[in-house]
């Protein structure tokens, strides 16, 4: 085993390109003019790494250096050092580089299948470098994959009065819009429902622990009705299908059926009561520095024509 001597430093890399170029080159000259340096000054560089090393990496056979056993295992080490600081220096150059990289978003449901995509195309059309990679779940799992500094910034409909620490920007409001199937909506007529008369259908609704189930489970609330739940699913286009197929009422995004609706496959209905809107947020950790390539998409979403400017940081 090759021991190191005491006197040993950090930064090995100047010393471990010249015994490369050395090594390489086959000659000393050679090396030298690899690295535009003079012989001597070389020759002095390839001493000082044996000294540090504590052994001959070289057997000098008359005028030849002849690699021995210790400089294999060191051109072995030096090759694979100097190929790590090449992939460093990379990834630090794409991270200063707004134009060049990737960009992890922890998106919803619904601003992943709705807002996201055509947000992501007109982006790329003016910044073909970049690449977006998306991950789905529910709101309160791509705050702790923000958190967890999983994804770069998040994209999402809920965040609990409890989530210190982030900075919001509102992207839009989706207006919740109560729908059934076309039959279903032919039978309860063009009377307005009140949101306590929801008790005596039943309703198919998102999976416990999402942020819209919450919400229509607390406007329940606020009229002392308690729903009747059919189905659950994690899914607004299962949820979508189920009442196209008579399960169930839902109450869902208006961006999530507005395509159903329009090609007649539910129906929405008249509300007595005004049904609130689900607001889209953009979050950040305030404290996060931010990648070059994130922050310039940050920028582009702030200022595009339909951005609110009311950004800030979210209080508890």
Do not use: C
Request: glycine share 6%.
């Amino acid at each position: 085993m090759l021991t190191l001597h005491k006197r040993w430093v950090m930064n090995m890399d100047p010393l471990y390109k010249s015994f490369v170029a050395v090594v390489e080159g086959k000659t000393m000259m050679r090396a030298a003019q690899r690295l535009h340096v003079a012989q001597p000054t070389l020759s002095r560089q390839i001493a000082q790494l044996e000294e540090q090393m504590g052994i001959p990496l070289f057997d000098r056979v008359g005028k030849r250096l002849v690699l021995n056993h210790a400089g294999t295992l060191v051109y072995e080490v030096a090759k694979r050092s100097l190929a790590m600081e090449d992939r460093l220096k990379a990834h630090l150059d794409s991270i200063a580089d707004p134009e060049v990289g990737t960009i992890h978003i922890g998106a919803g449901l619904t601003p992943a299948i709705h807002l996201l995509p055509p947000m992501i195309a007109t982006y790329r059309l003016q910044h073909p470098g970049v690449q977006f990679s998306v991950r789905i779940g529910s709101s309160r799992e791509m705050l702790t994959a923000l958190r967890s500094r999983e994804v770069d910034m998040a994209i999402v409909t809920t965040v609990g009065r409890d989530e210190t620490g982030f900075w919001t920007l509102p992207l839009m409001k989706d207006p919740l819009l109560l729908v059934a199937s076309v039959s279903m909506a032919a039978a309860v007529g063009d009377e307005p429902i009140s949101i306590s008369q929801l008790a005596e259908y039943p309703m198919v609704l998102l999976r416990e622990g999402s942020g819209l189930r919450e919400l229509i489970l607390d406007l329940a609330m606020q009229h002392d009705t308690s729903l009747h739940v059919a189905a659950e699913t994690d899914s607004l286009e299962s949820i979508s299908s189920m009442v196209q197929h008579g399960v169930g009422l839902s109450i869902l995004p208006t961006s999530a059926v507005h395509d159903d609706i329009q090609q007649e496959r539910i129906s929405a209905l008249s509300v007595k009561e005004d049904l609130p809107a689900r607001e889209i947020l953009l979050v950040r950790e305030e404290q996060r520095s931010q990648s070059a390539v994130s922050a310039k998409f940050v920028d582009a979403v702030i200022t595009r024509p339909s951005a609110r400017q009311d950004s800030t940081p979210l209080e508890t």
